[in-house]
């Protein structure tokens, strides 16, 4: 099964010194999984500062700069793991480095037949 592991965590948390070296683990970790056969996708995510939110009510489009909705953690990057259960995906998410200063969601993915391949 595919889990999306969504990475938050307050994003002045981290020094740039500190967030080099989370890249660097993160890209250590990509590869192991991949070793696995579990790696499909990772990345982290520009600033929230960067942000743009859509909705669309009553057929108007509505365009916002940032995120959705003010929080303490913010979204800043996620993996894409094949794993066999919940159990596996918690422990892929528990050497993810931005667990250590935030927080790791885990979501299963629902497959959607017919979907283009990446």
Not at 7 to 36: F, M, N, V
Request: glycine share 10%; hydrophobic share 35%; with cysteine.
């Amino acid at each position: 099964m595919k889990y999306m592991l969504l990475i938050y965590a307050d994003e002045q948390a981290w020094t740039d010194p500190e967030r080099q070296e989370c890249y660097g683990e993160s890209t250590q970790l990509a590869h192991r999984l991949k070793s696995k056969g579990q790696y499909l996708a990772a990345n982290p995510l520009q600033s929230v500062a960067t942000a743009t939110s859509v909705q669309v009510r009553n057929g108007k489009r509505l365009v916002t700069d940032g995120p959705f909705a003010e929080t303490r953690e913010q979204l800043g990057g996620y993996f894409l793991v094949e794993a066999g259960n919940l159990d596996e995906a918690i422990e892929i998410a528990g050497q993810i480095p931005g667990a250590r200063k935030g927080t790791v969601e885990i979501r299963p993915v629902v497959e959607i037949p017919n979907l283009p391949a990446g």
